[in-house]
């Protein structure tokens, strides 16, 4: 399965952007996909997971109420929107899939290659 993550950008506080990630290869509709963040000198944190059917979401607390996780398995697409971003926003974005479900990155067995996200003040 390979993994594209777009969407990302420059954006002011309290703006918003919508990160999307398009799955290929062996794809299948029955992974769980989560996306994860990592900022400079940090290490990688869990932002938002989505069930294959997309019935059930989970959240980091410090994105919750802001961001939305949600999925269209007919475009193997999983997509965050993000609103009300702050600077503390600001990592690389990376997007992953789990055969199972997981909110930890050593769960997830695939993972795209990152988008920048840079909110400033």
């Known amino acids: 399965v390979q993994l594209q993550a777009s969407g990302g950008g420059l954006v002011q506080a309290g703006g918003s952007l919508r990160l999307s990630c398009a799955a290929s290869g062996r794809t299948s509709s029955t992974y769980t996909m989560g996306w994860f963040r990592q900022a400079p000198g940090k290490e990688r944190e869990f932002v938002a997971a989505?069930?294959?059917?997309?019935?059930?979401?989970f959240y980091a607390d410090s994105v919750k109420g802001r961001f939305t996780i949600s999925r269209d398995n007919t475009k193997n697409t999983v997509y965050l929107q993000m609103n009300s971003l702050k600077p503390e926003d600001t990592a690389v974005y990376y997007c992953?899939?789990?055969?199972?479900?997981?909110?930890?990155?050593?769960?997830?067995?695939?993972w795209g290659q990152g988008t920048q996200v840079t909110v400033s003040s």
């Open positions: 992953a899939a789990a055969r199972g479900w997981a909110t930890l990155d050593r769960g997830y067995d695939f």
């Open positions: 989505i069930t294959w059917s997309g019935g059930s979401t």
